[in-house]
């Protein structure tokens, strides 16, 4: 939410808290966790059906929600890692993942976000690496000119890359060659490399 400059680190937290739980011990550790669903619409009344948590393990990180919609139920998985896991009918090994399911089990669409596996009945999608690391030349504005090639840059277009240490910052990926990423909308921070979260999207036809 800000810029990666002293200026703007040192400033207090954004804070945006939902709902808190307090320790009966004041000397006891909390580790508050929140999913909060945003589903935007036009007309009167939420689509949403229902939804309900299928995974919270505070160990792991691994966060998993289903929504059901009028003729379908969407998967949310969020984890911190590639390791393989089962949220109801979906495996993953992947950091984040999509599936949606019509009323039929029938998938409809799947994403895979910095993964190498994402599987539902039938329906599947493989990487053949979860993200790809790239050494930085140089950096001019929203640029990065890379000190070896990216392999394939008409995939990385769309993506998200991954620059800087604590914190890192995420950006868009606008535009891509084997020398070249430029990312979308802010100006790029300089780094020393690069790590494009691979990505892949597959939609059915009906």
């Given at each position: 939410?800000r810029l990666?400059i002293p200026?703007?680190?040192e400033?207090?937290?954004?804070?945006?808290?939902?709902a808190?739980n307090?320790?009966g011990?004041?000397?006891?550790a909390?580790?508050s966790?929140?999913?909060?669903?945003m589903v935007?619409?036009?007309?009167?009344?939420?689509p949403?059906?229902?939804?309900?948590?299928?995974?919270d393990?505070?160990?792991?990180g691994?966060?998993?929600?289903?929504?059901?919609?009028?003729?379908?139920?969407?998967?949310?998985i969020?984890?911190?890692?590639?390791?393989?896991?089962?949220?109801?009918?979906?495996?993953?090994a992947?950091?984040?993942a999509f599936?949606?399911?019509d009323d039929?089990?029938r998938?409809?669409?799947g994403?895979?976000?910095?993964?190498?596996?994402?599987?539902?009945?039938?329906?599947?999608i493989?990487?053949?690496?979860?993200?790809t690391?790239l050494?930085?030349?140089?950096?001019?504005?929203?640029?990065y000119?890379l000190?070896?090639p990216l392999?394939d840059?008409q995939?990385?277009i769309g993506s998200?890359?991954?620059?800087g240490?604590?914190?890192?910052t995420?950006?868009?990926?606008?535009?891509?060659?084997?020398r070249?990423i430029?990312?979308?909308?802010y100006?790029?921070?300089?780094?020393?490399?690069?790590?494009?979260?691979?990505?892949?999207?597959?939609?059915?036809?009906?």
């Amino acid at each position: 939410w800000r810029l990666v400059i002293p200026e703007e680190l040192e400033k207090p937290p954004v804070r945006q808290i939902l709902a808190e739980n307090r320790a009966g011990d004041s000397d006891e550790a909390l580790d508050s966790r929140y999913a909060a669903l945003m589903v935007p619409y036009q007309k009167n009344g939420s689509p949403v059906v229902a939804a309900r948590l299928l995974e919270d393990d505070p160990d792991s990180g691994a966060l998993a929600v289903e929504v059901k919609f009028d003729g379908r139920t969407d998967y949310i998985i969020s984890t911190l890692d590639q390791q393989e896991r089962q949220f109801g009918p979906v495996r993953v090994a992947g950091e984040f993942a999509f599936v949606s399911v019509d009323d039929q089990g029938r998938t409809l669409q799947g994403y895979l976000l910095n993964g190498t596996a994402l599987t539902c009945g039938d329906f599947q999608i493989t990487l053949p690496e979860a993200n790809t690391t790239l050494k930085v030349q140089s950096v001019d504005d929203r640029t990065y000119h890379l000190a070896e090639p990216l392999p394939d840059p008409q995939a990385a277009i769309g993506s998200y890359v991954l620059v800087g240490e604590s914190p890192q910052t995420g950006f868009e990926i606008a535009s891509a060659t084997q020398r070249e990423i430029t990312v979308r909308d802010y100006p790029a921070v300089v780094c020393d490399e690069v790590t494009i979260l691979n990505a892949g999207w597959v939609r059915l036809d009906s």
